[in-house]
């Protein structure tokens, strides 16, 4: 009897291993796929002109330097903003909020807006930020509306990483005679950088991939601006993931959109590992 056990137990044992062996074979081979065959259609269609220069249709060039320099703009307002709200949010709710009722309606709020689709995000950011604020389309309220979006994103993670750190730390920097703020400074923010980043991380590949919210708030407009004008109302600028769509569903040029698609995919590699070495740098 305890030999059959055994020899069942055993098979079972094998048939789990062998099923999660089979889920992570699928689940490389699709990221792999999809990565791939991106690349296989797009990247022979990067090319410098692509890059460096406007759309014309005088000149009947296709360039994507708006779209790019768009993105970053996007992406750094949106960091700017959404970073001390996040992150002060987190700390505030881990750190100060004595009222654990409050702290749990704040973490369901938070919790609820990380799950409402994109679109839905992209016709308040119209209503309110374009219409309501006078902002029309522009980046700023693109940017605005993507700093909703992150927000809980930064905030659930940041607070997780400040619960990892040990009670201990707090309490012997208090009895150091450490004041609260300094507390938070010098101890429990360096060992709680790693969630940080990564709720960064997050929130870039969010605001870099988000084409939905941006299409209402954003607009669609391939115009090359400056930092300076990027910031003025009724500014239209057109992201990399709204240039693909583009390109893609309004022109049918499949070629333009697995070139701006592979470029996204190395930007987000890119920022990917340049925060993570930032990460390494701020936590020694």
């Not at 079972?12 to 490389?28: D, E, P």
């Not at 505030?92 to 409050?102: M, R, S, V």
């Not at 993507?146 to 994103?153: F, N, Q, R, S, Y």
């Not at 208090?174 to 400074?185: C, D, E, N, Q, V």
């Amino acid at each position: 009897m305890e030999e059959t056990i055994s020899f069942g137990r055993r098979v079972y044992a094998a048939a789990l291993r062998a099923a999660m062996y089979l889920a992570m074979g699928l689940t490389c081979a699709l990221l792999l796929g999809v990565i791939g065959y991106i690349f296989y259609r797009g990247l022979g269609h990067i090319s410098w002109e692509l890059l460096s220069t406007s759309p014309s249709a005088l000149r009947g060039t296709v360039g994507i330097l708006p779209n790019l320099l768009n993105t970053l703009y996007i992406v750094v307002m949106t960091l700017i903003l959404v970073l001390p709200l996040g992150v002060g949010a987190a700390i505030y709710l881990t750190e100060y909020a004595a009222n654990k009722c409050l702290v749990r309606v704040i973490e369901f709020a938070t919790e609820t807006l990380s799950g409402i689709p994109s679109i839905i995000y992209g016709l308040v950011g119209m209503l309110f930020f374009a219409e309501f604020c006078r902002l029309k389309s522009s980046l700023l309220a693109g940017a605005l509306t993507l700093v909703i979006m992150t927000m809980p994103t930064i905030i659930r993670t940041t607070q997780e990483s400040l619960k990892t750190v040990p009670q201990s730390y707090r309490e012997g920097a208090l009895g150091l005679g450490a004041g609260k703020w300094h507390m938070i400074r010098t101890v429990v923010l360096p060992s709680s950088v790693d969630g940080i980043v990564t709720g960064c991380i997050l929130a870039v590949g969010r605001i870099v991939g988000e084409s939905a919210a941006l299409l209402y708030t954003a607009g669609m407009a391939h115009v090359l601006m400056s930092p300076v004008q990027a910031l003025l109302p009724n500014n239209q600028g057109a992201t990399l993931t709204v240039a693909m769509y583009v390109y893609a569903k309004e022109r049918g040029n499949f070629d333009v959109a697995f070139a701006i698609a592979a470029i996204l995919l190395l930007l987000t590699f890119l920022i990917n590992f340049a925060a993570n070495r930032a990460g390494k740098k701020l936590k020694k």
